[in-house]
């Protein structure tokens, strides 16, 4: 059988995938707005770029992790303590310029992934374990050095507050920033051979280590990112919200950042996953969180759906996997010498 | 020109002696056969060539230098490649990614490298190879062949001195085989060393130009391939005589066991009948990939079937349960996988079937497994220090028999084997060909599964040849060439 044509199917299947869930991201804009008219009023709509901003951010991370076979768990344990570190420091220093503010947030999230980074690449600890252990440890952390005290919208800076509602163009700098990262991370993946290589390890890690390629180095330095990443997430968080309370900053957040990547066609096992499939998960997440609650279905519905919809999506790609899959495997069988 | 020598390289794993004064030098340009038995040291001296691992005595020098211990990618980039039986490529990324991954800055003289740039220069190194694959398929959607000619591309993308093929041949078809021997013979042409490790001494026969034999560490003897046969060969490496050829003494046939009939799964086989009864060894021959694994699964009802019928012992056996306990037992193709546990015990491995026959209203009783496994490890002969030792710890023919003897606990009447000695030295292949054959004199029957010619031909009474899911036709072993049976699986009229 000819080799390219195996190429295209698959790339077509990626094709055909992404334009499914942009489908179901219409077909859910559709069904909320005759819903409820409500849905579409401009207020509802910029909150919900807002709020896929900042859900984008920490999903583009995810992907990269999940690339290489690790997944990162304390995501939002970590978005929640660099938050909280950030609005503290804002309201002691309430001098301080709002970009140094929100290097501090990256700063936080970056050591907080280089704990997960050490766990795994060097203490070679599986990935959900560790992360599940910082999960608790990063929102212990955050408490304590809280105190137990939230951050309070008067101890937030308004400039803070404003990149969540303006911007250049009228556009909010959440969203430039969330723009910046989702092109950031394509080129990484398309166009670096560091990216590339992130996949090679999540596709065959012992092959990677035969090649000589910095599994080690790499996986760590994916961890880390994962962490500035969720990091900046806070600082958004801040912004958006203009409140940090210890209890709940980012708690739950890793369910939704895992369900949009998966979503997106991020393979669970590592080596395969694109960044336009990573911004239509998201979308699909985001949209689904705030339409359900605009259209009045309660929280314990919401948390059904959303969990729902991550089975659909993983069971719907398996099965088309495999069955590409059983079509290649019975034409190569057909090729008897 | 001498491209590696070793002299004197000796290595102790604990107090065990894997490797006694090796002298070895390997010409540039040649291709050189290292024989042996299992646990004759072959892997061993040849992570010690790759400089994967330092001898603990002795010296090996590569061009002129003496080598030192270290990774993969360092022996990589001195141009020694390790080609491994199923290649360890990336999956997910294409042809072209899995040859250039690895690629260094300043291997490319500091500028900046585009992978998407390389097609040309893949084209370029595949076509060296006479391999047609495109430089942008997916690895995953090749076979396996066509993924030894990517392993082998990303090794000629430097400048490519020794490589060292690992039993490469195993899972090849016979036209994959030829195409690799041509391949390799180009590459010697050009001044390649290659080291090749196998244990098929007709093909070993064929391709090399001198070939070294390693018996308990030492090396026995390094002969031209023009100067020696297959005989001195076996000799060499055994240590003594054998009779290679299993005498089949006419079978005393009884009832049919077992009788399958217009058996078809939805891909892999159609409408295949056969009887097999007490007494015989029944031989299912074809090429790789033409559905044998599947229908020997089929019947022990590990796959689903969409019509047809299986009797055993005139019960008919839907479920691997009902096959089990139906007296039918199924050795299969990979032990490694399906066949054993190999971070397990021998002990566990030869119980874990066997529970419902050792315990006690439920209740194991280990002193019982125990005396099982080691009458199963007696009986076999299989070579372990203790029934506790881990299945994975031993070498491939112990491992085999593991593999068999655990279905032996039980009182079975058929056993169906799979491959029973792929990758399994030549003394144990003897022994396990014995063993069938005295399991079939007992009374009860054998189905078989083998690629390997000589066993097809020397072990059944009968061979059936599939040919792309059917049965092609029946030849009796009296009557069996390689040809007859080649002519079957192919197609190829006389």
Avoid at chain 1, 21 to 32: C, D, R, Y
Avoid at chain 1, 232 to 239: E, I, P
Avoid at chain 2, 343 to 370: C, D, M, Q, Y
Avoid at chain 2, 448 to 453: A, E, F, K, Q
Wanted: with cysteine.
């Amino acid at each position: 059988m000819n080799p390219l044509t195996v190429t295209s199917t698959w790339r077509s299947l990626g094709r055909l995938r992404e334009a499914g869930i942009a489908g179901v991201v219409v077909l859910l804009i559709v069904i909320f707005g005759s819903l409820n008219p409500l849905f579409l009023d401009r207020d509802n709509l910029s909150s919900i770029v807002v709020s896929v901003g900042i859900l984008m951010i920490l999903a583009i991370g995810q992907m990269l992790v999940i690339i290489t076979r690790n997944i990162d768990l304390s995501v939002g344990s970590v978005l929640g303590l660099s938050a909280m570190v950030m609005g503290m420091v804002g309201r002691e220093l309430p001098e301080m310029p709002t970009y140094l503010l929100i290097l501090i947030a990256m700063l936080v999230g970056a050591l907080a992934g280089a704990v997960n980074g050490i766990l795994v690449a060097v203490a070679r600890v599986p990935s959900i374990i560790a992360t599940l252990g910082t999960l608790a440890i990063f929102r212990g952390l955050t408490f304590l050095v809280s105190n137990n005290v939230q951050v309070d919208p008067e101890d937030v800076a308004d400039e803070m507050q404003d990149l969540a509602s303006s911007g250049p163009l009228g556009i909010p700098w959440l969203v430039i920033f969330a723009a910046i990262v989702v092109v950031l991370a394509w080129w990484f993946t398309t166009r670096t051979m560091s990216g590339k290589r992130l996949y090679a390890i999540g596709s065959n890690p012992e092959a990677a280590e035969m090649r000589g390629l910095n599994v080690l180095g790499m996986t760590f330095g994916v961890f880390v990112l994962m962490g500035a990443l969720a990091g900046l997430g806070g600082a958004m968080y801040v912004a958006r919200f203009a409140t940090v309370n210890p209890a709940d900053a980012g708690l739950g957040f890793e369910l939704a950042v895992i369900s949009a990547v998966v979503i997106g066609g991020t393979n669970i096992f590592g080596g395969s996953g694109t960044v336009i499939g990573t911004v239509l998960g998201t979308m699909l997440v985001g949209i689904l969180s705030n339409g359900l609650t605009v259209v009045g279905v309660s929280g314990f519905w919401q948390r059904f759906a959303s969990g729902a919809i991550i089975l659909i999506a993983i069971i719907a790609d398996s099965f088309v996997r495999k069955r590409i899959e059983r079509r290649q495997s019975n034409q190569t069988m057909a090729r008897v010498r | 020109m001498i491209l590696l020598e070793c002299q004197q390289v000796s290595k102790w794993y604990g107090t065990a002696k894997v490797l006694d004064e090796v002298d070895l030098t390997i010409e540039a340009g040649e291709i050189h056969a290292i024989l042996g038995e299992n646990g004759a040291g072959k892997s061993t001296l040849v992570k010690i060539i790759a400089g994967l691992v330092s001898p603990d005595r002795g010296q090996v020098f590569f061009d002129g230098i003496q080598s030192r211990a270290g990774s993969v990618a360092a022996a990589q980039s001195l141009g020694i490649a390790l080609i491994h039986q199923e290649p360890r490529l990336f999956p997910d990324l294409t042809v072209m990614e899995n040859i250039w991954i690895d690629q260094k800055l300043r291997e490319s003289g500091g500028r900046r490298f585009r992978l998407s740039k390389m097609g040309d220069r893949t084209e370029e190194l595949l076509s060296r190879l006479g391999s047609l694959v495109s430089p942008n398929a997916r690895v995953a959607f090749l076979s396996v062949a066509d993924q030894q000619m990517v392993d082998i591309a990303a090794a000629l993308r430097r400048d490519l001195k020794l490589l060292i093929v690992d039993e490469p041949t195993a899972s090849l078809t016979p036209s994959e085989v030829t195409n690799l021997f041509r391949v390799m013979r180009g590459l010697r042409d050009q001044g390649v060393a290659i080291i090749f490790i196998g244990h098929r001494l007709e093909e070993i026969l064929e391709i090399s130009d001198r070939i070294t034999v390693l018996r308990d560490g030492k090396l026995v003897r390094t002969l031209n391939q023009s100067e020696t046969n297959e005989d001195e060969l076996i000799r060499l490496m055994i240590g003594r005589d054998i009779d290679t050829a299993v005498e089949s003494a006419s079978p005393q046939l009884g009832e049919t066991l077992l009788s399958v009939s217009h058996l078809s799964d939805e891909a892999h086989f159609s409408d295949i009948s056969l009887e097999l009864r007490r007494g015989e060894i029944l031989g299912l021959g074809g090429l790789v990939g033409s559905g044998r694994s599947e229908f020997l699964e089929t019947v022990f009802g590990a796959r689903s079937r969409t019509q047809g019928q299986v009797m055993l012992n005139g019960k008919e056996i839907f479920s691997i349960h009902e096959a089990i306990s139906g007296g039918m037992g199924l050795v299969p193709e990979d032990r490694g996988r399906n066949g054993l546990i190999l971070l397990s015990s021998v002990l566990n491995n030869i119980s874990a079937p066997n529970l419902e026959i050792t315990s006690w209203h439920g209740v194991r009783r280990p002193f019982k497994e125990i005396r099982n496994a080691d009458e199963i490890v007696s009986r076999l002969r299989i070579k372990v220090a203790d029934v506790r030792q881990l299945a994975g710890e031993l070498s491939g023919g112990n491992q085999q028999r593991v593999s068999l003897g655990k279905w032996l606990v039980r009182d079975l009447d058929v056993i169906l084997v799979d491959e029973p000695t792929r990758g399994v030295d030549i003394g144990s292949k003897m022994e396990i060909h014995a063993l069938l054959r005295k399991f079939a004199d007992s009374g009860k029957a054998v189905l078989m599964v083998s690629s390997d010619m000589r066993e097809l031909l020397s072990v059944p009474d009968r061979i059936l040849v599939m040919r792309e899911g059917r049965l092609n036709g029946e030849i009796p072993s009296s009557g069996a060439s390689e040809e007859s049976v080649m002519r079957l699986a192919t197609g190829v009229a006389a």
